[in-house]
């Protein structure tokens, strides 16, 4: 949600006149210490659902406190759900931001900037609720080829460890014909996937009345000509109804994945958490999405160490994550967040959930690399992404996703010339011949076995999309900056 709320922060900076130099945290780094050539405007947008958010937060404004010494007129912004908690306090720890905005009205960064500028002092706005709809803000999106697209904000649940319905607010569901179009004109624009975005995807509907809404806008995705892979994130077990199973088994380029959040094995601490669901009805659902879809990747997120958690309610994780079978599951120790229930809670000792992470971590592992051993002699379809395999260049492959979201590296031929190089946004094809716990390899081009490459329009997007930019470094090279007050706007052709 952050990710995508950084493109809306992108695009209306961007329609301001702004432009964007990266939305890739190690690449804007990079461009914003690049002496007199770095970024005029940084933006960070934050997130507060681990513990660590603040210190890195303050860790980075430090660092930037040096840079802009350096380069006065250089403005910081800070949105996101920290800034949304935090306030006014961010600007008391850190006198030299510009500007503070939450997570309610990202339209109003612009504005904030140019009034710090005018007013020579730091902006803060925050509001209650949501203001503009985030998804009617212009976008600057990171990837032509995949796109997020958001079907809700807010949450109605109430779990006892989490301050998102308090920093989000209520579930706000935007009309199915909205979201529809919106998906129209990324696909048009290039994009062949899309993942749906919401705090509970299968909860949505519940503000116009309509209990099946979810599993009707998969099938509608399904409709839309050139739009070949639709995911979504993330559903709550409470909510998931055998509808949806329908529509993922019944709808072709709904991909054969599910992130199912479980939290926690122990009915007793599901209960503790305000999570309605308990661990039966929990593996009910998997069992039912597997007769459906025998080759989904099933992933899931895990919390050790809630408060009163005992050795005998992480058994019971313990032995669900042995039944589940997961690909791939995130797992957090708990970290109290101000301001939620759980946080008054007595916490579990530290050595204590320490000792069960690494179990769990173990164990998880073990799966995880039994379950992507299983993958060997598959053929897979891989999306070739940018940024996913960072010894690439090295290794000589490309990597991406396959179907069910598993990472592939996947080796080029030896004999392969760098114009037959699938672009991101293309597709391969090729079989998988070793299965490590985080991801695939698929080396059948060095065998004499099967590499076929797919070229699409998402690649050809990606490709139009490098030349432009190529052009404009080029243009901005050799053209001076353009003085406006106090930041420096580049030219845009
Ligand atoms: S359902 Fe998810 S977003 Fe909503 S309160 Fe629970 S953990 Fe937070």
Redesign the pocket.
């Known amino acids: 949600m952050n990710v995508h709320d950084s493109e809306r922060l992108a695009g209306v900076l961007e329609q301001a006149g702004y432009v964007p130099v990266s939305q890739v945290p190690e690449k804007a780094a990079r461009a914003t210490l690049a002496g007199d050539e770095g970024a005029d405007v940084v933006v960070l947008n934050t997130c507060s659902v681990r513990e660590n958010a603040a210190n890195r937060l303050f860790g980075n404004l430090g660092q930037l406190a040096a840079v802009k010494r350096e380069r006065p007129g250089m403005q910081i912004a800070v949105g996101g759900c920290l800034a949304q908690q935090m306030r006014e306090g961010i600007v008391d720890r850190a006198p030299w931001v510009d500007a503070v905005l939450g997570t309610h009205n990202l339209d109003v960064l612009p504005t904030l900037l140019e009034r710090a500028r005018h007013n020579r002092e730091a902006a803060v706005e925050i509001e209650e609720s949501l203001k503009v709809f985030p998804s009617t803000l212009p976008t600057h999106r990171e990837s032509v080829y995949a796109a997020w697209v958001s079907i809700s904000v807010g949450?109605?649940?109430?779990?006892t460890?989490?301050?998102?319905?308090h920093l989000?607010g209520k579930e706000r569901d935007r009309r199915p014909g909205e979201i529809l179009s919106e998906i129209e004109a990324v696909v048009s624009e290039g994009a062949i996937e899309v993942t749906l975005l919401g705090?509970?995807v299968n909860s949505y509907g519940v503000s116009f009345g309509d209990r099946h809404a979810f599993a009707q806008l998969l099938r509608a995705a399904g409709t839309i000509p050139g739009l070949e892979r639709v995911r979504f994130t993330?559903p709550?077990p409470a909510a998931f109804s055998d509808d949806v199973i329908d529509a993922m088994a019944e709808t072709p380029n709904v991909m054969p994945s599910l992130h199912m959040?479980l939290?926690s094995g122990s009915d007793r601490i599901l209960r503790a958490m305000?999570?309605s669901y308990r661990c039966a009805k929990y593996l009910g659902i998997l069992e039912r999405v597997r007769e459906r879809i025998p080759h989904a990747a099933i992933t899931t997120d895990i919390i050790v160490g809630f408060p009163g958690e005992t050795e005998e309610d992480f058994e019971a994780t313990l032995r669900v994550v042995e039944q589940a079978r997961f690909a791939a599951a995130f797992t957090f120790i708990y970290s109290p967040r101000p301001g939620t229930p759980a946080a008054d809670l007595p916490p579990v000792p530290e050595d204590v959930i320490k000792e069960r992470y690494a179990r769990l971590t173990a164990l998880q592992e073990r799966i995880s690399e039994e379950e992507n051993r299983a993958q060997e002699g598959k053929t897979v379809e891989v999306l070739v992404s940018e940024g996913e395999g960072r010894k690439d260049g090295a290794t000589h492959r490309v990597s991406g996703r396959a179907a069910d979201n598993r990472l592939v590296h996947v080796a080029l031929p030896r004999d392969c010339e760098p114009g037959a190089r699938p672009r991101p946004g293309d597709m391969v094809r090729a079989v998988v011949t070793h299965g490590a716990p985080h991801h695939l390899v698929a080396d059948s081009a060095l065998h004499g076995g099967l590499f076929e490459v797919r070229r699409t329009r998402a690649g050809d997007a990606w490709e139009a999309r490098e030349r432009r930019a190529a052009e404009l470094a080029a243009e901005a090279a050799g053209t001076a900056p353009v003085q406006l007050g106090m930041p420096r706007l580049r030219t845009r052709a």
């Not at 949450?155 to 779990?159: E, Q, S, Y």
């Not at 460890?161 to 319905?165: A, D, G, H, L, W």
């Open positions: 949450c109605n649940n109430t779990c460890f989490c301050i998102v319905p989000r705090q509970n993330s709550h959040p939290q305000r999570r």
